[in-house]
């Protein structure tokens, strides 16, 4: 059986990771969400006491379906709280929520890293779904006898999937600043506002955000690995060529 030595050093310790912390933030979450906060504060409340704190009125504050597929939308300026978050007054939802919120202020401030991350959402989902079948697709003609009077061309498709693929890369990595800051945002604000009132509270918000962290994290490394196995994969490949 053949044994990809690449795959176990770039990309499996991501994706250990990645189930690691997928995990870590469902039991977390399901921890201090048992737990309720001491002023009786519910997720929307919250958002909505971060919002008006930071002088925001032009937010509006929606409920989805679901848990954990919390999200502020920049474009339309809309905050969405699940099911498990909006009208829930535990720990975790009140954290969640202010999370979300943090992003919320991120866009009000104009961060940079959030705008651009914006910048790069359309090269990230083309770049992941198409850059490495076009870096591939440009290996596979380069073993046929098209490349033979095509090997420029060939050598272009993969160069592009690369640069598509290193685009989506780019969006992974940015997205960390994004979601530590918006992380860091909220456990102060709550903290300030006097929605935590002691510290048990802010810790188990800290935690339960600190694993949702680690996600972002797992799926960065997993891309960063992803896409030098790539490259390992191509210079090998032009390697045999000559």
Not at 16 to 37: C, G, N
Not at 58 to 69: F, N, P, S, Y
Not at 79 to 103: N, P, R
Request: proline share 3%; net charge positive.
């Amino acid at each position: 059986m053949y044994l990809d030595l690449s795959y176990l050093i770039f990309v499996l310790p991501a994706l250990l990771l990645s189930i690691w912390a997928s995990s870590a933030v469902k039991s977390r979450f399901a921890k201090y969400d048992r737990i309720p906060v001491k002023k009786g504060v519910t997720g929307a409340q919250a958002a909505q006491i971060l919002l008006r704190a930071n002088g925001i009125n032009d937010v509006k504050i929606a409920r989805i379906g679901g848990c954990l597929t919390d999200n502020y939308n920049p474009t339309t300026k809309t905050l969405s709280l699940s099911d498990a978050t909006y009208s829930s007054s535990s720990i975790a939802a009140v954290g969640v929520a202010a999370h979300e919120t943090g992003h919320a202020i991120q866009h009000n401030t104009g961060y940079f890293p959030l705008s651009f991350r914006r910048m790069l959402v359309p090269v990230a989902n083309l770049g992941s779904r198409l850059g490495p079948w076009l870096a591939i697709a440009g290996i596979g003609f380069g073993y046929s006898g098209y490349a033979e009077e095509n090997f420029q061309f060939c050598q272009l498709i993969t160069n592009i999937g690369l640069l598509l693929f290193s685009g989506a890369t780019l969006f992974y990595v940015v997205t960390l600043p994004v979601e530590f800051n918006a992380s860091w945002r909220a456990l102060k604000i709550l903290k300030g506002a006097g929605v935590f009132t002691d510290r048990s509270e802010a810790e188990g918000a800290k935690k339960v955000l600190w694993a949702a962290a680690m996600t972002y994290v797992a799926s960065a490394l997993q891309s960063i690995g992803s896409l030098l196995r790539l490259i390992l994969i191509v210079n090998r490949s032009r390697g045999r060529r000559r």
